[in-house]
Every structure is written in structure tokens, then in C-alpha cells.
């Protein structure tokens, strides 16, 4: 058997988003961000406008080695919230890898990656904004 398996919080801060590409022209975007990481999906609250403000925070259950790679990606999915339909708007999406973060915690007990820019991009890669978010772990005692 592998060295022992460490558990801890990954901790995300939803700062803001910037120059989110408007697909509606004739009403305001109402932007808000699904964030999955693994099985684990949390949802933002709805903002407002091309520049939205969050300033929230999510936590995941994170554990080191986590096996497969993808237990690392932290992907955040930017919508745009429909009144009148059921279907919300796809604006683009980042995803950040946190391995390196989550390894330097388990050795250290915590580790940041402070506030950054991230590009949010579409399918086809071309780019839809920005989107700031700050990620912590901290192994459980």
C-alpha cells in the first residue's frame, strides 16, 4: 500500500469576474458561477452585469493522493441566469489546477494560491473575460 491518504479543505474565494461577453443584447446579463471540483459542485449566487461582484467562499473536501488526475481541477462553469426560460446561457469556463497547491499543503498544513486572474474561454478556446478567485487547502488535524 501507498503512503497514507491526507484529507483536507480546499477553500475557494469568488472574487469578481471582468468583460464577461454578453450574449444578450437586449437584457442584462445575471452571471453566476458553478464550481465543480471531483463529484462536488457548488453554486454561486446571481450577480449583475458584465462585471460581476461575488466575493464568496466555497469549500470542498479535498484528499491527497487523490488517485486520478482530474480530483485536481477545480473547474468554474460561468452562466447567465434566465428569467423566462429553464435553460441558462454557457459564458465561458476556467479551470485551475490545484495539485501543486493541495501537495504543499499536506507537507506544510496550509498553502495559498493568492487572489489571480484566470481567462474564461469557450469551447473553442477564444476568450469571454476574466474571473478573479484565491484558493486555500488546509489539511484536517
Given at each position: 500500500?501507498?503512503?497514507?491518504?491526507?484529507?483536507?479543505?480546499?477553500?475557494?474565494?469568488?472574487?469578481?469576474?471582468?468583460?464577461?461577453?454578453?450574449?444578450?443584447?437586449?437584457?442584462?446579463?445575471d452571471p453566476y458561477v458553478l464550481i465543480q471540483?471531483?463529484?462536488?459542485?457548488?453554486?454561486?449566487?446571481?450577480?449583475?452585469?458584465?462585471?460581476?461582484?461575488?466575493?464568496?467562499?466555497?469549500?470542498?473536501?479535498?484528499?491527497?493522493?487523490?488517485?486520478?488526475?482530474?480530483?485536481?481541477?477545480?473547474?468554474?462553469?460561468?452562466?447567465?441566469?434566465?428569467?423566462?426560460?429553464?435553460?441558462?446561457?454557457?459564458?465561458?469556463?476556467?479551470?485551475?489546477?490545484?495539485?501543486?497547491?493541495?501537495?504543499?499543503?499536506?507537507?506544510?498544513?496550509?498553502?495559498?494560491?493568492?487572489?489571480?486572474?484566470?481567462?474564461?474561454?469557450?469551447?473553442n478556446q477564444s476568450y469571454a473575460g476574466e474571473?478573479?478567485v484565491a484558493v486555500a487547502f488546509t489539511l484536517?488535524?
Open positions: 500500500m501507498e503512503g497514507e491518504m491526507a484529507n483536507g479543505t480546499l477553500e475557494v474565494l469568488l472574487i469578481n469576474a471582468r468583460r464577461l461577453k454578453d450574449k444578450n443584447f437586449l437584457v442584462k446579463m471540483y471531483g463529484n462536488q459542485v457548488r453554486w454561486s449566487g446571481v450577480a449583475k452585469g458584465r462585471n460581476p461582484e461575488w466575493n464568496e467562499k466555497f469549500t470542498f473536501n479535498a484528499e491527497y493522493p487523490g488517485g486520478e488526475h482530474h480530483k485536481y481541477k477545480l473547474i468554474l462553469r460561468i452562466m447567465d441566469k434566465h428569467k423566462l426560460s429553464c435553460i441558462d446561457d454557457f459564458i465561458g469556463q476556467t479551470t485551475i489546477y490545484v495539485k501543486d497547491l493541495v501537495s504543499m499543503g499536506v507537507e506544510m498544513g496550509q498553502a495559498h494560491l493568492r487572489p489571480t486572474k484566470y481567462r474564461v474561454v469557450l469551447p474571473i478573479s484536517d488535524v
